[in-house]
């Protein structure tokens, strides 16, 4: 079976950091684009930071640019989004997502859509202020 399980999630103070890390099994990432996206209540799904599967380069959304990164592990069924200077708008539940279409580029960001190859079930990250 196919899946992402995310973990790291939790709770920490304005201006703390947290590494998620997302686990492939079944698969490896090898040709898959993949990526983080993050959903607050009440928000629209937002596309944070991904790796394109085409040429490796690597997005972030405007608003985490700077204080998040993504890697990939060194093995390859595992991707981190380390993230720095935390700020309570960053509340959300972060998904990764992998897929083998090019859902990734600089200009465009993560593209979603229903059907794609893997979505985690995605770990809750709280920021106190």
């Known amino acids: 079976e196919v899946q992402l399980t995310e973990s790291g999630g939790g709770l920490v103070q304005a201006g703390g950091s947290l590494r998620l890390s997302c686990a492939a099994s079944?698969?490896?990432?090898?040709?898959?684009?993949i990526g983080w996206f993050r959903q607050a209540p009440g928000k629209e799904r937002e596309g944070v930071s991904c790796i394109s599967n085409r040429d490796g380069t690597v997005y972030y959304a405007d608003s985490v640019k700077g204080r998040f990164t993504i890697s990939r592990g060194n093995a390859k069924n595992t991707v981190y989004l380390q993230m720095n200077s935390l700020k309570p708008e960053d509340t959300a539940v972060y998904h990764c997502?992998?897929?083998?279409?090019?859902?990734?580029?600089?200009?465009?960001?993560?593209?979603?859509?229903?059907?794609?190859?893997?979505w985690g079930e995605g770990t809750l990250v709280t920021v106190s202020s």
């Open positions: 997502v992998a897929d083998r279409l090019p859902i990734c580029s600089v200009n465009r960001g993560l593209r979603l859509y229903d059907g794609m190859d893997s």
């Open positions: 079944g698969f490896t990432f090898d040709n898959y684009a």
